[in-house]
Structure formats: C-alpha cells, structure tokens
C-alpha cells in the first residue's frame, strides 16, 4: 500500500492563495476567508514572528497607526468614524500577517506561481468578457463575490452613475484591476519561462482589460512597464538569443498571418463603444489627480502628521476627502514615521544593481498607490504584498548566486 505524505504546510498555503486570488469575500462582513487561516498561524507562530528582522520595525508602525486611530476617533467624533477607522486599523494588521506568512513560507518551500497568476489573469478576462455582454449579469456575479461592491446595484439595474460603466472586476475601483493585470503580467514574463505565443496572448488579454477599465493611467502604467521589459530584454545577449530562434520566429510569422487575416475584425473592435468610451474618457480626465491633492495639502499642512495622523478617514477642515494617492493617505492617517517604515517593508526589493530589473512589476503596484490609493482594497495589498515577497526572494537568490560565482 502507498502511504501519500500530506503536507499540511502547503495545503494551507494553497488554500491561502486560492481564496486570495479566486474565492468571494466572505458575508455579511467584507473580508477574506484566509484572515482566520493567517490569525490562526500568527498565534501559532508569534515567537518566530518576533525573532523577524523585520518585526521591530513594523511593531513601530503598528503601534502609529494604533496611537493615530486613537486621535481620530476622538477628533472626529461627530463623524463617527469608529467603526471604519477601527476596521481599517484590523485589516492593515492583518495584512501584516499575511506579510509575515509569506516571509516565512517562502524561506522553506518553493512557489510555482507561475500558474495561478495566468489563471488568475484569465479569471479577470472572463468577467471582463462577462461584464461587455451582459452588465446586469455582472453585477449579479460582483454581489456574488463582494457584497461590499458600491457599484454593483447599478451594474444589476444598468443604470451608471455618470458617463459610461467601468470594468472594476470583483472591487470597487476600476483603475485597481488594471495596475494589477499588468504588474502580474510583468511578473510572469520575467521570472517563469514562458513562450512568445503565451506572451503575445496576455499582452491582448491585458489590452482587452485596459480598455474595459478605461483607466487612464493603467494606460501610462502599461506603456512604462512594457518599455522597461524591452529595454530589458535586448539589454542582455542572453536573452536575445533565447528569444531569436526557428520555434518563436515561426509563431510570431503565424501570428502576423491571423493579424493579416482578422485586420476587419480588429479594425471593428477598435470602432466599438468599448474602444471609443475609453478613448474619450482618457482625452476628458477633468478633475486632475493634481488638483485633487492640492486641495487636500492646502487644506491642512502635512508636516502637522510627521509623528502621528488622524486614522483612515480623513477629514481635512470637517469635510471628508478622499485622498486618491496611497502617500497622501498614510501620511494623513497614520502619520510619517510609519509611512517611512512601510515603504520600507513593501517597496523596497534590493540596493543591489544585479537585481535592479526586478523593480519593474513593482512599477504597476507604486504607480497604483500613488495614483490610487490601492490599500484600500484588500485582496489588492494581499496580492501586492505576495509579489513584493516573490520579488525579494528572487533579489537574495541573484545576490547568493553571484556571490559564489565571485568565489570561484
């Protein structure tokens, strides 16, 4: 009899990922199912998660963003704030969780993700697909998914709020999806190995999805990110002669034939409402991101929160402002000394010049924190948070593989 070994270790990591990338928020309250997973290993694991390097300092910012959300509740009580800011304040600890789980599931096991990111991929196009046939439908699936979803009453009744609808996938901001696709794409093409067909494939899939998005800077976000991987790619002779060879030079001729043989249908898709009302919502983007973090700077100076912030709802001269920048926002929040500490914990990869080109899916995440926000969704900063993990994993393997070849 064949006795199968279980690994319990890699079923939850499975189910973990699973539930992050594929599984509907659980109901009525509007989280992950893998939260009870991740608080039940921080309990099991506290003692290896405070001999972390990292632990004192994310023990600092957690200890910020707490004293903030103490202020605020107080400060903005006539807003009654407390239950989102205390909310908020739970599931950034919580992520930090998952920040530590993946730290310490990656230094003993390997992730072949390279299949769940492209399912993953394929899962966003089939409800973009889903959401350009039949929006009601959508909207029911978006209920389904994330009951939280403010938009997907409309989406249900087909009745849009201003302009035309939006693809947001299972979240609620339509420009979150479309940073996404593309640094997960980014990902894929740089560390897994993958033909010029599968390449050719998801840069369309992403196209498609930028376009359902219409997201302006998804857009600016692709073109930088695409640029880089090219520059990349025929910056080392290596790579060049990988990609120049019989089997991709024949898949991209065949592929130049369909181009040549579908140009009626690509010249319709290009004509369509899809294609138009993103062309025309990116020429009319009125109200500036600039402008908007104007208002909120002059507002109330930032150097009043260089210690300490006032929690996740913001409020600048007693009217609610939403920041659209994830460094306005923590700043605002949570203060600057533990904003510094999370840039620290989540942006940075490697000061090494080796390991420079890994900063190139991390692009897609600053860009939408930046412009965005991005925390606020919280699958989002999850899969954000996983990257950045798989990102550094591969800069300490690059920096331990050209030490030995110096040692040589």
Known sequence: MVKVKFNKEKLMFSLVIIDVLFFPYLRPVVIPFSYF????????????????????????????MFFSTVIGIFINSQFGVFGDDLKRLIQYYFIFGYYFYFKWYFNKNNFKYKKYFIYFVLFVLLLALLFNSNVSLFGRVVTFWNSGNAYANSFIQNSVFSG??????????????????TGIIAVIFLLTNIGIGEKIILIIINIYILFSCMSSGGWINFFITYSLLLIYKLSSKKNIKKTINI?????????????????????????????????????????????????????????????????SEIYINGVSRATHSGHLYWIYAYGFISYAIFMRMFFYISKKLKS????????????????????GEQKLFIIFVLIGIILKKEAITNEKSFSNRSNL
């Open 37 to 64: 997973l991740i608080l039940y290993w921080c309990f099991k694991n506290f003692k290896n998660i405070q001999r972390d390097k990292d632990f004192k300092l994310i023990f600092i910012c957690m200890l910020m």
């Open 164 to 181: 035309v609808f939006r693809y947001s996938f299972i979240w609620t901001d339509p420009n979150n999806i479309a940073y996404v696709v």
């Open 247 to 311: 089997k991709n030079i024949f898949i991209l001729c065949m592929v130049l034939i369909i181009i040549l043989f579908s140009l009626k249908y690509i010249k319709d898709f290009f004509n369509s409402n899809l294609v138009l009302n993103a062309s025309e919502r990116f020429k009319d983007n009125d109200n500036t991101r600039t402008e908007i973090w104007m208002k909120i700077l002059s507002g109330e100076s930032i150097f009043k929160h260089l210690i300490l912030g006032k929690g």
């Open 356 to 375: 420079l080109y890994l900063y190139i899916p991390m692009i897609s995440f600053f860009l939408c924190f930046t412009m965005n926000t991005m925390i």
